[in-house]
């Protein structure tokens, strides 16, 4: 299989570094000029789990001409509509199109550019960082859920098998939906508000402020996921997060990383903004979604990236 990875930062790189090692032919996309530099002049390092280096094709998006079998988007939310503009012209009939993105919505947006016979949503829980350009640090373990937009899963083993073969863990999941809404979940409670108090996960969850809050956001995207699909388990949903806050309780979440710590845009929209349209939409209010999503914008336009 020839695979592209669209959008090779943190998580790109730790596909893109897995996958080299099975023997499919793996191209990176990017657009990070420092990025493409480092991993073509010294190939990409990783470290954490593992302690590598390889080579690895990477280009622009716009310069990838060879027709993909499967191309895997890694971007972050916000630059997904240009990536798809961009490889429209390695989108054959036979091409997968899957999103690993985090957050809600991406299968609307991909429609805009690919049909639905390609289009593949899933979501992962694996971990990834970058240290730098062309270092990638890689740890925990971690899996992938994914589903055919059209079709079942029998049509994409061999897509399957692959991933098991890098030791991505994926497995099909005819209701993806749910495990999307689940790690929305834990991102939508725990993202914006660590980055709003400037805190770690652990210290959010110790004080009874930061649990209301936890558990204000956390109905509300109930509410609102519960309006569009079935089989939603709230209880199971709250457990995974409180389990997921004990684990990570050290740590500062990725959008934490992102605004406060490296000045760059978030993702809110694509969450807790994503379910704010959504309720409107439901006739379901979502106020500590709309608060919380309108302080992580002003602290954005504050920072000047918006
Ligand atoms: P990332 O920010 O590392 O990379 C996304 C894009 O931004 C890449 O094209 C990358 O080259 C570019 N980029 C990164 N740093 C840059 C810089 N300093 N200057 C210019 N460009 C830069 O994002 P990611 O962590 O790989 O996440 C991709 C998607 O996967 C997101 O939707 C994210 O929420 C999701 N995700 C990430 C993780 C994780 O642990 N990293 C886990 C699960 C899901």
Not at 206 to 230: H, M, P, R, W, Y
Request: proline share 3%; charged share 20%; net charge negative.
């Amino acid at each position: 299989m020839r695979v592209y990875i669209a959008g090779s930062g943190a998580m790109g790189c730790r596909f893109g570094y897995q996958l080299s090692k099975t023997k499919h032919e793996v191209i990176l996309l990017d657009n990070w000029d420092a990025h493409i530099e480092s991993i073509r002049e010294n190939g990409l390092k990783v470290t954490g789990d593992f302690d590598d280096v390889v080579q690895l094709p990477i280009m622009k998006p716009t310069e990838a001409t060879e027709v993909a079998d499967l191309i895997i988007l890694l971007t972050k939310a916000d630059q997904l509509p240009k990536m798809l503009q961009d490889i429209k012209g390695i989108i054959g009939e036979k091409t997968k199109v899957l999103s690993l993105l985090n957050g809600l919505g991406h299968a609307t947006t991909m429609r805009r550019y690919v049909p639905d016979e390609s289009i593949m949503v899933g979501v992962t829980i694996w971990l990834a960082g970058l240290k730098g350009p062309g270092h990638a640090h890689l740890q925990g373990p971690g899996s992938i859920s994914v589903q055919n937009m059209v079709g079942d899963g029998q049509s994409v083993a061999d897509m399957i098998a692959m991933f098991n073969e890098a030791g991505l863990n994926a497995t099909y999941d005819d209701h993806v939906i749910n495990a999307i809404w689940q790690k929305a979940c834990v991102n939508g409670t725990m993202n914006p508000t660590c980055t709003i108090l400037n805190c770690t996960i652990g210290e959010l969850f110790g004080t009874e402020g930061g649990l209301n809050l936890v558990q204000g956001i956390f109905k509300e995207f109930i509410a609102v996921a519960k309006s569009e699909t079935d089989g939603i388990d709230e209880e199971a949903i709250w457990k995974y997060i409180i389990d997921a806050s004990k684990k990570a309780s050290n740590h500062y979440p990725s959008m934490h990383q992102d605004l406060v710590q490296n000045g760059r845009k978030t993702e809110i929209d694509y969450l807790n903004g994503a379910v704010v349209f959504k309720g409107k939409r439901a006739g379901i209010p979502t106020p500590y979604c709309q608060m919380i999503t309108e302080m992580v914008h002003a602290k954005e336009a504050m920072l000047g990236l918006r």
